[in-house]
């Protein structure tokens, strides 16, 4: 009798190990489990609204979007948006990751917003706004009741995605070749210095047929899968998103077409579109401002995107393949950034709304204030996030620090400073390294810094 009761308890005892085994495992399995939210919402401003450069005066059949997904179960939640607009800076820049880090529960050195770059688009930075007010100017460009409703609803749209957030158990990479729609603006003549601008949209025949220079002809995907079911798919592609623009009717460009052309293609998917560094690269070689370019460029732009979705390779992923890695940047100012304070008054729409966030960032700078890079490590896959409209070559550089990896690059994060050149890109001259740049040649040293301890020593 003794035995039985004792065997009984042996067993009784195992079992009860067993259950405690089992419940801790799927506890950990559970904790284990990564999941996408994802929203999309309009974020064209109405009519009499103004754009970065002109009135709007009526709208379009494709408006503008924000874009954005939100990774839960590795931490802190991590939060990337895109919106089609010209650029977000400075204080807009803090505005909108707060509210969205506050919506997502987590904070704002976990949230990402860029800009894809479109200019018949809205620009935004509430410090530019508040210093033309408080100098009894018109805002302009920079007024913000607009863009404070966007935040708005982006706040309340992410908290309604995140209960509805599914699981992801792999991501995808695929990238291909996009042909005939980036080319090098910077066209040198023989003595080394910037001969011709080729821009976005090149009427000079000439100019166009020029070589097409340094660009990253490849468009990357990085999609985020259920099992085998696509959730979201993130695009990246160099190069600024001009056909033609000045209508007054905000539009998201060939950028935002290719877009939605995949995501007809592809519906069970939210596409998400970011432009890399594509300070340096417009259409210009393939454009000469003629209307259907901007279909073709499109058109050309989706082909891409279809073959890199193709090419797609999946790859198992959980919690412990999620890192987010965070480097401060502090650059040196151009001079005479301090200048344009005196400039408000006289100069017209079009240099203050493309150089009031210099003189914004220089004051936030005095104050302390530095700019992130980031980076998301997710399985072999890497988005490296940079501000500015940063020269293709940092991206290029950052591909090449890691080429065992997936590197994706975004550009246009915190529009602030503008264009951020190479070293030797401010002793070429040109429009991007002169007064359209609110740093210096040591900015090379800053951002090649970032992206090293970002890509190399944050393995």
């Not at 509210?99 to 894809?116: E, F, K, N």
């Not at 070559?393 to 090449?400: N, V």
Request: hydrophobic share 40%; net charge positive.
């Amino acid at each position: 009798m003794k035995k039985s009761i004792s065997k009984s308890i042996k067993l009784l005892l195992f079992t009860g190990v067993f259950v405690c085994i089992s419940i801790g495992s799927s506890a950990q399995n559970a904790a284990n489990i990564l999941k996408l939210a994802t929203f999309d919402l309009d974020a064209t401003p109405p009519v009499g609204s103004t754009l970065t450069y002109d009135p709007m005066i009526n709208d379009w059949d494709l408006g503008l979007r924000a874009k954005g997904i939100v990774i839960l179960g590795a931490g802190q939640p991590i939060v990337i948006c895109s919106v089609d607009w010209i650029g977000i800076a400075n204080d807009s820049q803090d505005e909108f990751k707060k509210v969205m880090a506050a919506a997502a529960g987590t904070i704002p050195s976990r949230v990402v917003v860029h800009a894809i770059h479109q200019h018949d688009a809205p620009a935004s930075d509430f410090g530019a706004e508040k210093l033309l007010i408080s100098k009894g100017l018109s805002p302009m460009a920079f007024e913000g009741t607009y863009a404070r409703d966007l935040i708005k609803r982006l706040g309340t749209a992410i908290s309604l995605a995140i209960p509805k957030a599914v699981p992801f158990t792999h991501i995808g990479t695929g990238k291909a070749e996009v042909y005939e729609v980036a080319s090098n603006r910077r066209v040198l003549g023989p003595d080394g210095k910037v001969k011709y601008t080729r821009s976005s949209a090149t009427k000079d025949s000439l100019i166009r047929a020029e070589p097409l220079g340094l660009i990253d002809p490849m468009v990357s995907l990085i999609s985020f899968w259920n099992n085998k079911k696509p959730v979201a798919v993130l695009s990246y592609y160099a190069s600024h998103p001009q056909s033609y623009y000045r209508t007054g009717v905000p539009n998201p460009d060939f950028p935002g077409i290719a877009r939605f052309m995949r995501q007809l293609a592809v519906p069970d998917a939210l596409h998400i579109h970011f432009n890399g560094a594509g300070g340096n690269i417009t259409a210009g070689k393939y454009n000469d401002g003629a209307k259907e370019n901007r279909m073709i460029l499109a058109t050309r732009l989706a082909d891409g995107m279809k073959r890199a979705w193709e090419n797609t390779k999946l790859e198992p992923v959980n919690a412990s393949s999620v890192q987010w890695n965070v480097e401060p940047m502090v650059f040196k100012p151009a001079a005479g950034i301090e200048n344009l304070e005196a400039r408000m008054k006289n100069d017209n729409q079009v240099f203050i709304s493309n150089n009031l966030s210099k003189l914004v960032w220089l004051k936030r700078l005095q104050a302390g204030k530095t700019i992130d890079m980031s980076c998301l490590n997710i399985g072999n896959a890497r988005i490296v996030h940079l501000p500015g409209e940063p020269f293709v070559e940092y991206q290029l550089a950052a591909k090449a620090q890691r080429p065992d990896l997936f590197v994706a690059v975004a550009g246009y994060g915190d529009y602030a400073v503008g264009y951020i050149g190479t070293a030797i890109g401010y002793t070429q001259g040109g429009y991007e390294t002169g007064q359209a740049s609110g740093v210096t040649a040591d900015a090379e040293t800053t951002m090649m810094n970032a992206i090293k301890k970002l890509l190399i020593l944050n393995r």
